[in-house]
């Protein structure tokens, strides 16, 4: 019986790999903080009077914070799943 290989589960992704819906949000995500930050740079200009330089940098934070999530979402390491019942048995 130990012989048997598992099925996978149907819509399920092989050990591994990422779902590409748990990816599915990047881009909007990347859209809304830079977004986020440029409304945020440009209020502090109208209210400032500093005409580009809170738009620039809410562009430049907003879209490197951005690419920062980004990165570490998609460079995150996989959780290992053993395949083997025998890894977890102890060593004499």
């Not at 009077?49 to 951005?66: C, E, I, K, Q, Y």
């Amino acid at each position: 019986m130990a012989d048997e290989p598992r099925n996978p589960i149907p819509g399920s992704t092989p050990p591994g790999e990422q779902s590409p819906w748990a990816l599915a949000g990047l881009g909007m995500q990347f859209f809304a903080s830079i977004l986020l930050f440029v409304y945020a740079g440009n209020w502090l200009d109208r209210r400032f009077d500093t005409s580009p330089l809170f738009l620039l940098g809410g562009l430049f934070v907003g879209g490197g914070g951005a690419f920062y999530a980004s990165y570490r979402r998609l460079t995150k390491p996989m959780p290992s799943r053993s395949t083997d019942d025998t890894d977890s048995l102890p060593k004499p």
